[in-house]
């Protein structure tokens, strides 16, 4: 998990915290002017990166390395 701060980028840090806050990924698409499906493709991405099986499970890990 240490690897997984040095491996996000700005964007996914960006929509990991909008994620944290709350929000659903319509709503994050919104914000940042980009599809539906891309905010999907990167919430993919950021589960896979913290080898989490669920959204609730990624934010603990993201809390737990002071990433949120």
Do not use: Q
Not at 2 to 17: A, Q
Request: hydrophobic residues 40%; charged residues 30%; positive net charge.
């Amino acid at each position: 998990m240490n690897n997984t701060k040095r491996t996000l980028t700005e964007r996914e840090l960006e929509i990991l915290r909008l994620v944290a806050h709350g929000l659903t990924s319509p709503e994050i698409a919104d914000r940042l002017s980009l599809s539906p499906e891309t905010i999907k493709w990167y919430r993919k991405r950021l589960l896979s990166k913290f080898e989490a099986d669920n959204t609730a499970e990624m934010i603990k890990l993201a809390i737990e390395n002071k990433l949120i």
